[in-house]
């Protein structure tokens, strides 16, 4: 463990006020605290119903992603190759990925529709002639589709990152086909948005098919999504899959931002009504649904000091921006960077709340700063759980299946649970991987 001598350590939050954007922190060594409930890599490639998922990784790595395959309890799909020391030195990692993955598959019960192959950092650094690898399996294996994914968390900083391309990959195995004018597809989510979400429920109006990946069953369902007129994303992280979708297969990207802004809800119904065919003249019922949830929240919740992180939603300013325009007592929010699309949700809480308080999680003074509180804590994300070291918080990431003005809505009825539930934060903590089964 390397430490800074002659250096004490301190709490390295900072007023919004005098936060920098979109960069509130400067980049040092990384703090890894163990509330990491996001997807990995290995839960995102596992939503392609029947695929067969490979890592050629060193020991360390595979280690984690071990864990991640044995908490969906997916071990049957999901095999691994060992990289050693001497694969280096021999300059034979080509041979590796190809008969390693042969002999994975020649194993098998039965070969899957489609695998995941995923190489690694040192793969890159040794400048592996990947395409010759995969084009050599494939004609091995005429049967199967093979699909490049990539294990390179030391390109996390520059270009798409590891989660962006991932994303992007998971429907790379969709071919061309015919398209049907009325289906459509919504991409990138860990999680189906809820049938009572307004964008599925403008959808169903339409009487339009549509795709979902966490719902398909079977590879044949999963292929299905090649069909889809246009296709939709929700979360930044996922822009890169539309693009690819559009540019690839034909189908219109539209990106429709999970978001909290009533200005803004309303603007991705016009553009999804638009693209539908039909007519959005806003819909106000769901709008004054959301408000009297919202309210009715208050009520029960009150000044409770409240904290969010960025794993919870990915518009953390802006979901902190509805809640302290309500009257929510949000009183600090932790992430390391500003999501670039949220600036005017920053600009708006450094005007009117310009004491809140803005924590990074992965400062290396982190791992010293005293956790918990005195006062009873509501927290929003496994992170903010983990800090304040509350029992008291809703346990969602990336906006869960919330979306629109019936996600507030049911936001705000998770918050009343989670006020008035207690939940055992370091079991929860302990299984990380939220919405997958878990092997505890």
Not at 213 to 229: H, R
């Amino acid at each position: 463990m390397l430490k800074r001598v002659g250096e004490k350590q301190v709490n390295p939050s900072v007023h919004i006020s005098k936060a920098a954007f979109p960069s509130p922190f400067p980049s040092e060594l990384e703090f890894s605290a163990p509330a990491r409930g996001t997807w990995t890599i290995v839960h995102v490639g596992m939503l392609v119903p029947e695929a067969h998922e490979i890592f050629v990784c060193a020991a360390g790595c595979l280690r984690g992603v071990v864990l991640s395959a044995a908490e969906m309890n997916l071990m049957g799909h999901f095999s691994t190759v060992a990289i050693e020391e001497h694969n280096v030195l021999d300059g034979d990692m080509e041979e590796l990925i190809i008969e390693g993955v042969t002999d994975i598959l020649n194993r098998l019960p039965k070969l899957p529709p489609a695998v995941l192959v995923y190489s690694s950092c040192i793969h890159h650094f040794m400048g592996c002639d990947l395409e010759m690898c995969y084009n050599t399996l494939r004609e091995r294996f005429p049967g199967v589709d093979f699909v490049d994914c990539y294990m390179i968390p030391t390109m996390r900083k520059s270009g798409l990152t590891p989660d962006q391309i991932m994303r992007r990959q998971l429907y790379s195995l969709l071919r061309p086909t015919e398209k049907k004018i009325n289906a459509c597809s919504i991409i990138g989510n860990c999680f189906s948005l809820a049938e009572s979400s307004d964008l599925v429920k403008l959808i169903r109006k339409a009487g339009f098919t549509l795709y979902q990946i966490p719902d398909m069953k079977t590879y044949e369902e999963y292929l299905k999504m090649s069909e889809s007129a246009f296709c939709i994303t929700t979360q930044l992280v996922a822009k890169a899959a539309g693009d690819a979708l559009e540019s690839r297969l034909g189908q219109t990207h539209l990106y429709l931002p999970l978001c909290y802004s009533t200005e803004e809800i309303r603007k991705n119904m016009e553009k999804l009504a638009g693209k539908l065919g039909i007519s959005y003249d806003g819909d106000r019922a769901a709008e004054e649904t959301a408000e009297e949830a919202l309210d009715k929240a208050f009520e029960v919740i009150g000044k409770t000091a409240i904290a969010v992180d960025y794993t919870f939603t990915p518009r953390p300013l802006g979901l902190a921006r509805l809640l302290i325009s309500h009257g929510f007592n949000i009183k600090v929010l932790y992430l390391d960077s500003f999501n670039k699309e949220e600036e005017s949700d920053f600009q708006w809480l450094k005007e009117n709340v310009p004491e809140l308080e803005i924590c990074p999680t992965v400062h290396p003074a982190m791992r010293k700063v005293q956790r918990g509180s005195e006062e009873k804590v509501l927290a929003l994300g496994q992170k903010a759980a983990y800090f304040t070291d509350t029992c008291y918080f809703v346990n969602l990431v990336e906006g869960g299946s919330l979306y629109g003005f019936d996600g507030i809505r049911r936001l705000a009825e998770l918050m009343i649970d989670a006020f008035k539930q207690e939940k055992d934060t370091e079991m929860l903590i302990q299984r990380k991987g939220l919405g997958c089964e878990s092997c505890i």
